[in-house]
C-alpha cells in the first residue's frame, strides 16, 4: 500500500464511530399450557385403538347390565302389585304403626343416597343423610341419638325380619350408628334374598332409639337377588363376541 493511501484510509477512520455488539435479552421462553400437557395426552393417543375400544365397550356393557337389571327389579314390583296376592305396606302406615302414639316429631331424615335397585346378596352399600327439621333445615342436636338399620317384611301383618331362613342375621355392616346430625350407614349387606318371601321385596326402616323425637325413615321395595347379571349372557346375545375377535385383530 502507498503512502497517499494509508492517509486516505487513517482520514477514513478517524471519522467513523465505534458501535456496541448487539446481544439478545436474557427473557425465559413460557412454554404454552398445551404443548407442556401434550407428552400426558400422547400416552393416550399411542394406545391401540383396540385397546381404547376394549375399554369403551366394558364400560358400555357395565351400564347396560345396570340398565337390564333395574328393568326387572321395577317389572317385579308392577308384577306384585298387579296380582294382589298380598297387601303391600305403605310408608305412612308403617311410619304410623312404629311410631304409635308418637306423632308429628321435630325432627325427621333426609338421605342423600338411595338403596341399590335391585341390591345383591352379601354386597356392601352405604347410605348418607342428615336430621333435619320440619323446615328442611339441617339441625345438630343437643345430645347424640342413636340409629338402627332395620329390615321389614314388606307385606301386611308388620313385622320384623331379624335371620335368614339359615338363622344368620339378615342385615349385617355398621347397621347402629350414634350422631349428633350427620347419618352414615357404611358396608351394609343384606344376606337374604328376597324372592323368598311373599311380597319378593323388603323394607329397609332407619330408626332412632327415641322416636318421640325424630321420625323413622324407610326405603321400601328393596328387592335382593343372589348375583348380578352375567356379562357373558349380554355379549352372547347381543354378539358382542365376534366384536372383541374384531377388535382382537386390529393393531
Not at 412454554?31 to 391401540?48: D, E, G, T
Request: proline fraction near 5%; charge should be positive.
Amino acid at each position: 500500500m502507498s503512502d497517499s493511501q494509508e492517509n486516505n484510509l487513517s482520514t477514513s477512520l478517524n471519522g467513523f464511530k465505534s458501535f456496541a455488539v448487539f446481544s439478545p435479552p436474557q427473557t425465559q421462553i413460557v412454554v404454552p399450557q398445551f404443548i407442556s400437557n401434550l407428552s400426558k395426552s400422547s400416552a393416550a393417543i399411542n394406545k391401540p385403538i383396540s385397546t381404547l375400544l376394549g375399554q369403551e365397550l366394558s364400560n358400555l356393557l357395565v351400564n347396560l347390565e345396570k340398565k337390564i337389571d333395574a328393568e326387572k327389579t321395577d317389572k317385579i314390583i308392577e308384577k306384585m302389585k298387579a296380582t294382589n296376592k298380598c297387601k303391600l305396606v305403605s310408608n305412612i302406615t308403617l311410619i304410623e304403626h312404629l311410631c304409635y302414639p308418637y306423632q308429628k316429631q321435630p325432627f325427621k331424615l333426609i338421605f342423600h343416597t338411595d338403596i341399590p335397585h335391585p341390591a345383591y346378596k352379601g354386597k356392601c352399600f352405604t347410605l348418607r343423610g342428615n336430621i333435619i327439621d320440619r323446615n328442611n333445615n339441617i339441625v345438630i342436636l343437643d345430645e347424640p341419638i342413636q340409629f338402627r338399620a332395620v329390615i321389614y317384611n314388606a307385606e301386611h301383618p308388620i313385622k320384623t325380619i331379624d335371620l335368614t331362613r339359615y338363622n344368620e342375621k339378615i342385615i349385617k355392616g355398621n347397621t347402629v350408628i350414634e350422631t349428633l346430625s350427620n347419618i352414615y350407614f357404611r358396608k351394609l349387606m343384606i344376606m337374604e334374598v328376597s324372592s323368598y318371601h311373599p311380597s319378593k321385596m323388603f323394607n329397609l326402616v332407619i330408626l332412632a332409639d327415641d322416636m318421640n323425637k325424630v321420625e323413622p325413615f324407610v326405603f321400601s321395595k328393596l328387592v335382593v337377588k343372589w348375583t348380578k347379571l352375567n356379562p357373558y349372557e349380554i355379549r352372547k346375545k347381543f354378539k358382542f363376541d365376534e366384536f372383541y375377535n374384531f377388535l382382537g385383530n386390529l393393531k
